[in-house]
């Protein structure tokens, strides 16, 4: 067997493990793909990332659901967690960067900020997760000491919305430059423009496959 | 002749003729102005029953709503249980209550109170309910609601936890659920024996947002129908409620025998209605946050008309009416509803 077959056998198991939700056999594929010499960072796009796509669009076609994706999100992070140490940066484009995430106060989801996270990590960004509940000026905090590129605020209630505005407004107050990005159930693409935000998801199934379709873009960047 | 508001409300749950067309809702409606009125904060208001009874009723004096309903807050059940509540005092903005402890991992983790009614806020909103029934009990309905089991699940487990479990090792949380079951049927009973008048089972977190229309049928419905089952014996009409797109599980969600069904804005009730046919009673569906606190008189109005032309029974808002909304726009629900010929006209 040609090595550029065998490669490709190996991401269509990784893919193949994640749509499956079989992290057995993603495992398998990224230690062998490690163990034969093959690039890591093209195995956790094109086989990792690759998988997670398929899974985005079973989602939006409502053959999976939330708990589907939670499971191959898992076996994703499987193989992920053997390829990503060996990951060599040389000759590649800078490492993309870091990024502060979590839920903001008085919010206890964090499902959706969970998948960002991992979309996050899929495309090498450093992630400091602040978790759920989280008080505003630990976002302006967080970011002021890592020096993060993106902040990340989540938020699944409407009840949430107005600490993410001050979240915003507290932000930029700091650094100007810093990117902020909107996700949840209530923050619709008006009112992410009226709080001054860079980007957003619209609802909690956009959460999910907005995540998912971000990973998706990073690939082919 | 003219029905009281208790009346109107009751009758129109249980698909009877009414005079004119109730608005009322199920879950919470405290408004900013209603805590104004008698000089409450709202962090306050879930720890009180005089202060709780005082800013649900607000919004029937201010504003005309048909229904009074406590409690506030999702903790109650899960507070109950044994979760920390934390009602963020120290914050400036407006948040509900939430719970610090996914102390649930197994069945063996939840202890059922000996005596469910005294247990946690259960005797608070008791309070409240009675309260509420001796001085507005003639004339406005006073209602209540309880979590479902799932949803309820997810206020005392780690979210990712129960769904994952649900789906690879469906009989561990399957016992989990049959203990909140027992819960929900105590803290229901507990509400409706102090004097409840309706109750809404609020089972939102099963939504087919999250879940599949297979696992709802498969591993929630079943419970949810032993609840309405053992609270409607008491006599008391149950609304069911689930949030988000639910028309693919609408059927399963009328056959558990509740006197009505609710859905949230994100259903399209005129396709609901036609799945369920004439006879069940289908509340819903207007979006509290767009429409009420952020619309005008004009969408209030249309959004109103919009939900009984869609074949919506009465109009009730999808969840909770967010408290910075005007009583001004409630009043407008109120008349908007009462202009309408009720779909059972008994005028």
């Known amino acids: 067997m040609g090595s550029d077959e065998r490669k490709q056998e190996l991401f269509g198991k990784m893919k193949e493990g994640v749509i499956e939700y079989d992290e057995d056999q993603v495992v398998e594929a990224a230690n062998a793909l490690v163990d034969e010499g093959f690039d890591a960072y093209e195995g956790i796009m094109d086989g990792l990332a690759a998988g997670m796509e398929v899974v985005g669009e079973l989602f939006d076609s409502q053959e999976y659901f939330v708990p589907e994706v939670l499971m191959c999100a898992d076996a994703l992070y499987a193989g992920l967690d053997i390829l990503r140490p060996r990951v060599d940066m040389t000759g590649r484009e800078a490492v993309k960067g870091e990024v502060v995430i979590g839920v903001v106060e008085g919010d206890v989801h964090d499902i959706g900020k969970n998948l960002v996270k991992m979309m996050f990590e899929v495309a090498g960004f450093t992630v400091h997760d602040l978790g759920a509940d989280v008080p505003i000026d630990e976002f302006v905090e967080k970011q002021i000491n890592t020096n993060s590129d993106i902040v990340a605020l989540s938020a699944m209630m409407t009840t949430t919305m107005m600490g993410m505005k001050k979240a915003i407004v507290k932000l930029k107050e700091k650094n100007p430059d810093v990117m902020i990005m909107l996700g949840g159930a209530p923050v619709t693409g008006e009112i992410a423009d009226m709080f001054g935000a860079d980007g957003y998801s619209e609802n909690a199934s956009n959460a999910v496959s907005e995540a998912i379709k971000m990973v998706a873009a990073l690939r082919k960047m | ?347």
């Open chain 2, 1 to 347: 002749m003219t029905m009281t508001h208790k009346e109107r409300v009751l009758k129109t749950i249980k698909g009877e003729p009414v005079d004119k067309m109730p608005a009322f809702t199920g879950f919470g409606a405290v408004l900013v102005e209603g805590l104004e009125k008698y000089g409450l904060r709202f962090a306050h208001v879930h720890l009180d029953a005089d202060e709780m009874a005082k800013a649900a009723a607000a919004t029937s004096e201010l504003a005309g709503l048909e229904a009074i309903v406590v409690p506030f807050d999702m903790g109650v059940e899960a507070e109950a249980l044994g979760a920390t509540l934390n009602t963020y005092p120290h914050s400036e903005d407006l948040l509900y209550p939430t719970l610090r402890d996914k102390f649930v991992h197994t069945a063996d983790d939840i202890n059922l109170p000996a005596d469910i009614a005294n247990a946690g806020r259960v005797p608070l909103v008791t309070e409240a309910i009675k309260k509420l029934k001796e001085q507005y009990g003639e004339e406005y309905a006073v209602a209540s609601w309880v979590l479902g089991p799932f949803t309820l699940a997810g206020q005392v487990m780690d979210l990712n936890e129960l769904l994952k479990m649900s789906f690879k090792e469906p009989e561990k949380a399957n016992a989990i659920l049959d203990k909140l079951s027992d819960m929900i049927i105590g803290v229901g009973k507990a509400y409706i024996a102090a004097g409840a008048d309706y109750l809404s089972l609020r089972e939102m977190g099963a939504t087919s947002d999250v879940l599949s229309p297979r696992a709802y049928k498969k591993q929630i419905k079943g419970f949810s129908q032993r609840i309405v089952e053992e609270l409607k014996a008491t006599g008391v009409p149950i609304v069911y409620h689930i949030c988000g797109d639910t028309n693919m599980i609408i059927e399963d969600m009328a056959e558990l025998g509740a006197d009505a069904v609710s859905v949230d804005q994100k259903n399209d009730l005129k396709a609901s209605r036609e799945k369920l046919g004439d006879e069940v009673v289908l509340l819903g569906n207007i979006n509290p946050w767009d429409v009420f606190t952020q619309g005008s008189k004009e969408d209030v109005q249309r959004e109103v008309r919009a939900s009984v032309e869609a074949g919506a029974d009465a109009v009730w808002p999808g969840c909770d009416i967010w408290p910075t909304t005007s009583t001004a726009n409630i009043k407008t629900w109120v008349e908007t509803s009462h202009e309408l010929t009720p779909r059972r006209n008994g005028a």
